[in-house]
């Protein structure tokens, strides 16, 4: 890790979040630095908005075109696979979504949170899966960060 350090603010908007959901937050994006070797430059940040259905679905429609809800929400403000370093973006999550895809799944709320934490922070350190390649990719990052976290392979 490198000597310089990264805030993780989050701002509980809407929905049935806790304070717990911090920590829980900042475990993921620390973790996914070490784990993917990012290399931070200058003292960085990450937003985190965790909100509800309703919100999620206004923030999809404007800023990509697409009028319903999403599970989460990225907006990268760094070039691709660039150092880190300043504001990096946002990461936006919907609690009812979050909630339903966890009972679907039969997993926690916790872990599948935790899970697209890292999702999302893959996407503004520059990760997508927009075809097959990049979401296989993308996946077995996901799957190994996870792993260190204790938490089993979402894909299975």
Do not use: C
């Not at 909100?51 to 206004?58: A, R």
């Not at 009028?67 to 300043?86: E, I, Q, R, W, Y």
């Not at 999550?93 to 009972?103: D, F, I, N």
């Not at 792993?147 to 392979?153: F, Q, T």
């Amino acid at each position: 890790m490198s000597e310089f350090f990264i805030e993780v603010e989050i701002a509980i908007a809407q929905g049935g979040w806790s304070s717990g959901f911090e920590k829980l937050a900042k475990e993921a994006v620390l973790e996914t630095i070490k784990m993917m070797g990012v290399k931070i430059t200058a003292p960085s940040e990450v937003s985190i908005l965790l909100t509800n259905d309703e919100e999620q679905q206004e923030l999809n429609k404007q800023y990509r075109k697409i009028d319903k809800t999403t599970n989460v929400l990225s907006f990268p403000l760094l070039a691709s696979n660039s150092d880190v370093f300043g504001l990096m973006g946002d990461i936006s999550l919907a609690y009812e979504t979050l909630e339903k895809e966890a009972k679907e799944q039969n997993i926690s709320f916790e872990n599948h949170f935790t899970h697209l934490i890292v999702h999302g922070f893959l996407h503004l350190l520059g990760y997508d899966h927009v075809n097959e390649k990049q979401a296989l990719e993308m996946e077995s990052f996901e799957v190994k960060i996870l792993k260190s976290l204790r938490i089993a392979n979402p894909y299975e």
